[in-house]
């Protein structure tokens, strides 16, 4: 029972720390251009370009 | 500058196919001072730039093109378009939060079925209330918001059981773990919510792909024109802003923005997508032009008699509207489904608890049964049947170069036993191409290429286009010059070569240019509107699938007889959009279901009238905004693999109903007998949502 105490707050956070990334990756617009993500890995980037 | 006088606008870009375009264009772009940020958006095949307050439509167009991309700004209607994204981002949220709560739910599940008993079971079962109710709270708002506006309107849907039974469920559930029970089916309520969940976002995903596409296509309405000020200096205005008694100065290439009179210059304007009439109409001063129409020889100076709303595609507007009407009465499967349905698992859960009280298992086992009667029967697989098996279709057709609006198009599309084709744009490629080119002598071949590639005139770009599909190299030339509405001159090997209107000579309504060196004339070159390449193929491929076709064109007799008797099929001819608005309700009088394949404006009440109707990408934008489905390129047999496809998913669909009916026959007299414990639903439901997807994956190789 006392493992319990400590494991599901830690495997309920774990769930909870996914959703809120999620959630972060989806309002920053991770989500809008995904073709566009997987073309980019081959877009060399220029000195001092912003990220 | 201050960081306020930026200015952000979105551009379509059809071209972007690559890494490298990716790169060039937000590399490229940033070197204009006037631009601040560009940022591509490939999926969308869009471009983000904030640019300085004051820089010209045409100077921005002029950055793209000097990349090498075509760019066409995107209206600023995007009010409408961005509410339908954050419907679909609000699904995806909901679904991610009824994911994350199944599977945390689960977790405690599991424990549960696999003996947990006494204090643990109960702690277990309060935990997955914890995250079960808020979890039906938030992601279960589109069901009870749709449910209710049902109920008001003294309706009901395939919401109000699922709502009903969530509800119930719930409440029962948390009566049990609150009495120390045995069952709480908190899982099934969240699971039956991430999968029901899981079919609205994948449906209005395949909306919102089809409306990204749409819109990167909408462009063949000027967006804006120079206009001439007061002073004499043109500036730029938007199409939106334009007022009548501006001057408008429009070049050779150009499409018009409003409707108005010619007050300088004389040129020809192509009606096709006006009228469907194929030979252009020359204009001079004191005519009357029309928003939409192509200027095709010289520059016009057109002074604004009516803009936006006011143009004469107003008219037609109007008669879209009526005619859209009656295709909003359309009742999509799904809905037709759940008609038999919500009564049918209202009427069952009542029986159930009827039948146990009567039986006289108390009211609380009595409920529970009741609540695992509806929450069996509620429809994980039928609320994925259609959306899983639609989107797989439109996504293959996608990669075929055709876009499909919506689910309801592929449902009234696998319907359609007779269609009408407008000639002009539709079984025609809609643009002139240059006649009997390789019988050109090489030499006058590599000359023609050095002077068309140095003019944006519609006629240049279309030998150009011709003349590089038969691999020739451009002769060298020098001082080329210019003059609109007249021709190129260039100097070449120390002879003046010229490409311009013919001198002599006539040529009915044919349009022809003509090469001469040294003032005389070395060839002319003819233009025609040619059929598509498999025009004859697709319609014997139509009619193989038990549609008749035939011909609704707007433009005369002697023009649509040829194309007609090519094709084997029969025409009407000169017809106004009227016309053929009212050809089609009579089909329909007659019960047929009709599919309109057109591209012009004159379509447009047609194309809405249709019991479905396609587009190609050359459409004009009420054409395009009208169709169903649009296809892209040159080939007019998408028109077929929609309709096969169509078809195979709606056969795909059927199954997947009969699947899900079959199983509520296992399924229900278990739940009936109250064998069905949250451990037994878990598996019901999860497993026939899967054979559902799994069958509707197949359509993946319809295609290929």
């Known amino acids: 029972m006392n493992g319990l105490i400590i494991l599901i707050p830690i495997a309920l956070g774990l769930g909870l720390l996914g959703l809120a990334a999620f959630f972060w990756s989806l309002r920053k617009g991770q989500f809008d251009d995904l073709d566009g993500a997987a073309w980019r890995i081959f877009v060399e980037e220029e000195e001092g370009r912003r990220p | 500058m201050s960081v306020a006088a930026l200015i952000e606008r979105d551009f379509a870009v059809p071209d972007i196919r690559c890494a490298g375009c990716i790169a060039k264009l937000e590399q490229g772009l940033i070197r204009d001072k006037r631009i601040a940020a560009a940022r591509v958006n490939f999926t969308e095949k869009r471009v983000h730039l904030s640019y300085i307050a004051d820089t010209d439509m045409p100077d921005l167009i002029g950055a793209f093109s000097n990349l090498g991309f075509e760019a066409h700004p995107i209206g600023d209607g995007p009010g409408e378009a961005d509410a339908e994204a954050e419907t679909s981002r609000e699904l995806l949220r909901a679904v991610a939060v009824s994911g994350f709560a199944m599977m945390n739910i689960m977790l405690l599940s599991v424990s549960v079925w696999s003996g947990a008993a006494g204090a643990t079971r109960d702690l277990f079962h309060w935990l997955s209330a914890a995250i079960a109710l808020p979890t039906v709270a938030y992601a279960g708002r589109p069901f009870f918001r749709s449910a209710w506006r049902a109920l008001r309107h003294g309706g009901t849907n395939m919401d ?189 859960a009542l029986m159930a608890f009827a039948g146990w009280m009567v039986a006289g298992a108390g009211w609380h086992q009595s409920l529970l049964i009741a609540a695992a009667v509806l929450i069996i029967t509620c429809p994980c697989a039928l609320g994925l049947a259609v959306p899983a098996a639609q989107i797989v279709a439109a996504g293959e057709l996608m990669r075929a170069g055709v876009l499909v609006k919506d689910g309801s198009a592929l449902e009234r599309l696998a319907e359609v036993d007779r269609a009408f084709v407008d000639k002009t744009g539709t079984l025609t490629l809609g643009r002139p191409d240059a006649v009997g080119l390789d019988r050109l002598d090489i030499g006058v071949r590599s000359l023609l290429l050095a002077l068309s590639q140095a003019s944006r005139h519609p006629l240049s770009e279309s030998l150009t286009r011709g003349l590089q599909a038969c691999d020739v190299r451009p002769a060298e030339v020098t001082s080329l010059r210019e003059t609109p509405g007249f021709g190129i001159k260039a100097l070449w090997a120390g002879r003046l070569v010229e490409l311009g209107r013919p001198q002599g000579g006539d040529f009915g309504d044919m349009i022809a240019t003509e090469l001469s060196v040294d003032g005389r004339p070395v060839a002319t070159i003819r233009f025609a509107d040619r059929l598509r390449p498999d025009a004859a193929e697709t319609i014997r491929a139509l009619e193989s699938e038990g549609i008749e076709v035939m011909i609704l064109s707007g433009d005369r007799a002697e023009a649509v007889m040829p194309v007609a008797r090519q094709l084997g099929l029969t025409a009407q001819t000169g017809m106004s959009p009227q016309d053929k608005l009212e050809a089609i309700e009579r089909q329909a009088a007659l019960g047929r279901k009709v599919l309109m394949i057109g591209d012009g404006l004159n379509d447009g009440p047609a194309l809405a009238a249709g019991h479905a109707s396609m587009a190609p990408g050359s459409a004009s934008d009420v054409g395009k905004n009208a169709a169903d489905c649009i296809f892209l390129g040159d080939r007019i047999m998408p028109v077929v693999q929609v309709v096969r496809m169509a078809r195979r998913t709606q056969a795909i669909v059927r199954q997947n109903f009969a699947a899900a009916v079959g199983y509520n026959m296992v399924a229900v007299p278990l739940a009936f007998l109250g064998f069905v414990t949250p451990l037994v639903a878990a598996i019901a439901m999860s497993g026939s949502s899967l054979i559902v997807v799994g069958n509707a994956l197949r359509l993946k190789r319809t295609i290929r």
């Open chain 2, 160 to 348: 109000v059981p699922i709502s009903i039974g969530v509800a119930l469920v719930c409440a029962i559930s948390l009566y049990e773990t609150a009495t120390s029970g045995p069952h709480a089916y908190f899982d099934g309520a969240a699971m039956l919510l991430f999968f029901l969940l899981c079919g609205r976002w994948l449906d209005s995903v395949m909306r919102d792909r089809a409306r990204g596409g749409v819109t990167a296509l909408l462009r063949n309405m000027g967006t804006g024109a120079m206009v001439v000020g007061d002073d004499g200096r043109t500036r730029w205005v938007d199409a939106t802003a334009l007022e009548p008694a501006m001057t408008m100065l429009v070049a050779a290439g150009e499409r018009l923005a409003a409707d108005g009179i010619v007050v300088g210059g004389e040129s020809r304007i192509d009606l096709s997508l006006l009228t469907g009439e194929s030979a252009p109409q020359r204009v001079h001063a004191d005519d009357r032009v029309h928003a939409g129409t192509l200027n095709l020889d010289a520059p016009v100076r057109v002074r604004v008699t009516a803009a936006g709303a006011d143009t004469t595609i107003a008219d037609i507007a109007r008669l879209m509207g009526e005619a859209a009407q009656a295709k909003s009465r359309y009742v999509r499967i799904a809905d037709r489904a759940a008609r038999l349905y919500a009564p049918a698992v209202h009427g069952l």
